[in-house]
């Protein structure tokens, strides 16, 4: 077993993965820039270091982090998820120093991370991709003749992309025109690479991805689906699992798309398989995150099986833990990214200090975050501040707890988007389970929510500066 990991990562990630350290008696290691100094997984380490002052170049140095975790005697580093976590230069220099890195192989990440020879694998194996290119374009001439043989609309995507960047919808041949080299600028400056691929757009799609583990001795399971299809402009919002939109049939088959998809790539650790799901209820392989995601936690809630333990494990050379017939389902499990944005605002970014926090609790409640009253949140970072998973046993009392757990979360000082998944969480085609990823813009209403402070928050506010005046 692994003795000493370094987590090259930072907030909420960070503290799930120091947890499932202590956990499993293993010492952590966390890193910090300067503006990260007083984040809650600088505190809950073994051991912490300063990488610089810059906010975001100590997080990418590759050879400056196996450096330090050769200098502290790890014997592992867990990338987390964002920064360096798909980075195949990063999985490299781990294995020439010696040092495990918790994730597939740099070979794997390299392939999997090239969205062109992903689908050219992903053909190779018998699984659906949507129409398009099999190789990079050369150029606006052929990106025009492919998409005139399989119809707009079309999406002309950044072959190294990633989080919903360097990806437009044209739905015409001006439109390719005129996104064509913006797609090529946003690929070459969040990516480092010009290279971009065109496939046809399905539109308003459910979302639905694949959770997958595989370890070094053969074996390969899946954790069942979820559902991401409540997000805007390709980054999301609220997931769930399972989708509640799934029949077992469907259930059954997309998994058996994602075990086949990561055993024809030779797969290892923890990943994730995305579909889109069309409305003649086809699916289309879209594309295989290479690292533990954002929204592990709803999978861990409704199977039981803690994902970052057995990505430890898989990577000290360890067996999976469980045979396939072994994993069963559980209920529903619902995670909200709370993120520092104003909705009414156009989802600008609202940093500042965090005045008062409670977090949610009860039964079926968990929270993931690095956050505290008095934490100022830095504005260098991506804005979530918490995920809130809520679990039940069916669909309606899911919804139930959610709003329970919105409302019972105090968070002052900034603006979130605790009152604007209210506002989801109460409309009927949420409630129905009907819904796809076109559902944010569909509804633009929704974010004209009252800000009129609720009877329980109006009297917490009192109570506390009552508190305050009288020193109790």
């Known amino acids: 077993m692994l003795r000493k990991i370094l987590i090259a990562n930072r907030g909420e990630i960070a503290v799930r993965i120091i947890r499932a350290c202590a956990e499993m008696g293993i010492r952590s290691v966390a890193i910090y820039s300067e503006a990260d100094r007083f984040s809650l997984h600088v505190k809950k380490a073994d051991e912490s270091y300063c990488i610089g002052s810059e906010p975001m170049s ?231 995150n290479t690292r533990v995601q954002v929204e592990h936690t709803i999978t861990e809630t409704i199977t039981g099986v803690d994902i970052v333990e057995e990505q430890i494990r898989v990577a000290a050379g360890l067996a999976l833990r469980f045979k396939q017939e072994e994993i069963v389902r559980r209920g529903f499990a619902i995670e909200f990214r709370i993120n520092a944005e104003d909705p009414q605002n156009g989802f600008l970014p609202s940093f500042g200090r965090i005045s008062r926090y409670y977090a949610p609790g009860g039964p079926g409640v968990r929270t993931d975050t690095a956050i505290y009253t008095g934490y100022d949140i830095p504005p260098f970072y991506d804005s979530m501040l918490a995920k809130v998973v809520v679990s039940a046993l069916t669909w309606e009392d899911t919804i139930k707890r959610g709003e329970r757990a919105l409302r019972d979360m105090g968070l002052f000082g900034i603006k979130t988007t605790i009152p604007y998944y209210l506002e989801i969480l109460k409309h009927p085609d949420f409630r129905a389970a009907s819904f796809n990823t076109g559902f944010v813009e569909k509804y633009p209403d929704l974010v004209n929510y009252s800000n009129k402070p609720r009877p329980e928050v109006l009297a917490s506010v009192i109570a506390a500066v009552m508190a305050a005046h009288t020193g109790l």
């Open 58 to 288: 100590g997080y990418l140095n590759v050879y400056a982090l196996v450096d330090l975790a050769a200098a502290t005697g790890c014997d592992a580093i867990h990338p987390g998820y964002g920064f360096l976590s798909e980075n195949a230069g990063f999985a490299k220099a781990c294995q020439e120093r010696g040092i495990v890195f918790i994730g597939p192989s740099a070979e794997v990440i390299s392939r999997m991370g090239d969205k062109t020879e992903a689908r050219k694998a992903m053909l190779a194996a018998g699984i659906p991709v949507t129409p398009g290119t099999e190789d990079n374009l050369s150029g606006i001439d052929e990106a025009l003749q492919v998409a005139d043989k399989i119809g707009y609309p079309v999406m002309l995507k950044a072959t190294s992309g990633g989080g919903g960047r360097g990806i437009r919808r044209c739905d015409s041949a001006d439109e390719l025109l005129r996104n064509y080299a913006r797609v090529i600028s946003e690929a070459t400056k969040a990516f480092g690479s010009a290279d971009v691929f065109l496939e046809k757009c399905i539109v308003n799609p459910k979302h639905i991805e694949v959770q997958i583990l595989a370890d070094q001795h053969g074996n390969t399971i899946h954790l069942y689906e979820r559902d991401c299809s409540i997000q805007r402009r390709n980054q999301k919002l609220i997931e769930i699992a399972p989708s509640p939109q799934l029949d077992e049939a469907q259930r059954q088959y997309i998994g058996g798309l994602a075990v086949l998809a990561a055993k024809a790539v030779g797969y290892t650790n923890a990943g994730t398989v995305e579909f889109l799901l069309a409305d003649d209820g086809r699916f289309y392989f879209m594309e295989m």
